[in-house]
Nanobody, 121 residues
Framework: QVKMVESGGGSVQVGGSLRLSCAASGFTYSSYCMGWFRQAPGKGREGVAAIDRDGAVTYGDSVKGRFTFSQDTANKIFYLQMNDLKVEDSGTYYC???????????????WGPGTQVTVSA
């Protein structure tokens, strides 16, 4: 069973930075995709960044140039470095099996608890 646990969220001011972590287990590492989603209050889940099976990373338009996806392959930990944060980046962030930033969230069968990010002006 695939399991993801997100961490690293917090409260920052506009322009600040956070690094989110996702500890993943229960999947075949040689053929995985992994992505980050976020959900603001009252809105649906939005893809933020993802890596496909060939190692190509894609980003949502609203985070390009500010967010960076990386991974610790030995320990199956995925990161999302978020710089120059904006108020609209606030929400709960989740990691899940997704092969692109545009991956439909309704294709995800299970979600971790997520980690909360709050950006204030």
């Amino acid at each position: 069973q695939v399991k993801m646990v997100e961490s690293g969220g917090g409260s920052v001011q506009v322009g600040g930075s956070l690094r989110l972590s996702c500890a993943a287990s229960g999947f075949t590492y040689s053929s995985y995709c992994m992505g980050w989603f976020r959900q603001a209050p009252g809105k649906g889940r939005e893809g933020v960044a993802a890596i496909d099976r060939d190692g190509a990373v894609t980003y949502g338009d609203s985070v390009k140039g500010r967010f960076t996806f990386s991974q610790d392959t030995a320990n199956k930990i995925f990161y999302l470095q978020m710089n120059d944060l904006k108020v609209e980046d606030s929400g709960t962030y989740y990691c899940a099996g997704a092969c692109s930033a545009g991956w439909p969230s309704d294709l995800i069968e299970s979600w971790g608890p997520g980690t909360q990010v709050t950006v204030s002006a």
